[in-house]
């Protein structure tokens, strides 16, 4: 697996990208109901077809909340997403269903539906919530996961990162307006630190 400053998971056998928590219509949502935020979907969509093409992947794999609610599914969102599937027509799509994607169906021509709560795909288990399984090592989302990290100058900073324990892995949100939450590693976990265009291991003692 290449953990990736993006926030994604590359698997090179099976040239899988794996991105979680993408919370397409977030922005919209907020907006819609009175808040003036800025921003929207095509950031997360930009930076979704540079991932595809920097892997070059066969099969894209989302664990789960690619909706973020059913008032962000804006008629502009949905001709974007259906520009960049029809730039894309032979990658294969796989759509984990997450606790926010019952805000509707999968946008056309990207699923047929949303997949299962546990998806098997040996040695792994694709998922939304972290939850352990005997199918598999779990990649999940779902907690938007983030660490704090003291610099030189003692400045002081919350990061997206990768979180893994011994039989779940969780990925950072990829979605550009999600923020996170902050973890707390057990000894022996794996964090990876998501820091400009570097993923940093940080040590869980």
């Not at 792994?124 to 610099?151: I, K, M, N, Q």
């Amino acid at each position: 697996m290449t953990l990736r400053p993006d926030g994604s998971l590359y698997w090179p056998a099976r040239e899988t990208l794996i991105v979680a928590d993408l919370h397409f219509g977030k922005a919209d949502t907020f907006r819609a109901a009175g808040l003036p935020v800025p921003g929207g979907g095509a950031g997360t969509l930009a930076r979704l077809a540079t991932a595809l093409d920097a892997t070059a992947a066969a099969r894209l794999v989302v664990l789960g909340d690619f909706w973020h609610a059913r008032d962000g599914r804006t008629a502009r969102l949905l001709d974007e997403l259906a520009a960049l599937r029809a730039a894309r027509p032979a990658l294969a799509i796989d759509l984990v269903r997450g606790n926010h994607d019952r805000a509707g169906p999968p946008p056309a021509g990207w699923a047929a539906s949303w997949l299962s709560e546990f998806v098997p795909d040996p040695p792994f288990c694709f998922a939304h919530f972290p939850e352990p399984t005997p199918a598999g090592y779990v990649l999940a989302g779902h907690l938007h996961p983030g660490v704090t990290v003291a610099g030189r100058g003692r400045e002081v900073f919350r990061l997206p990162c990768f979180w893994f324990g011994p039989a779940v892995g969780v990925l950072p949100a990829f979605g550009s307006f999600t923020g996170t939450a902050q973890i707390t590693p057990a000894p022996g976990d794996t964090v990876g630190a998501v820091a400009d265009e570097h993923v940093f291991l940080i040590p869980t003692g």
